[in-house]
Nanobody, 124 residues
């Protein structure tokens, strides 16, 4: 599976952005997907995950209620709708694919494939 993330940019606090992740490969629909982010000087952290069917979603506490992850298996796309953005959301955002289980869905170790990252900058 190859992944290409896009949609990052500069936005004011309180604004919205929608990140997209385009996947290639015939087995995309069999993978759980996730979004992670990494700010300068910080470790990569979990943001959101979605099961292979799209029936289950999971969020980090810091983004719950503000971000929404979704997927379209027919189009081989994953999205992250980000609302009410805060300066602390500033980071490079990565999409990832993996056959994770519940105990690994929020860990980088649960993912085998990564996109190149897209930068989100939220100004105060």
């Amino acid at each position: 599976v190859q992944l290409q993330a896009s949609g990052g940019g500069l936005v004011q606090a309180g604004g919205s952005l929608r990140l997209s992740c385009a996947a290639s490969g015939r087995t995309f629909s069999t993978y759980g997907m996730g979004w992670f982010r990494q700010a300068p000087g910080n470790e990569r952290e979990f943001v959101a995950a979605i099961s292979w069917s799209g029936g289950s979603t999971y969020y980090a506490d810091s983004v719950k209620g503000r971000f929404t992850i979704s997927r379209d298996n027919a189009k081989k796309m994953v999205y992250l709708q980000m609302n009410s953005l805060k300066p602390e959301d500033t980071a490079v955002y990565y999409c990832a694919a993996g056959r994770w289980i519940l105990s690994t869905r929020n860990s980088p170790e649960g993912y085998n494939y990564w996109g190149q990252g897209t930068l989100v900058t939220v100004s105060s």
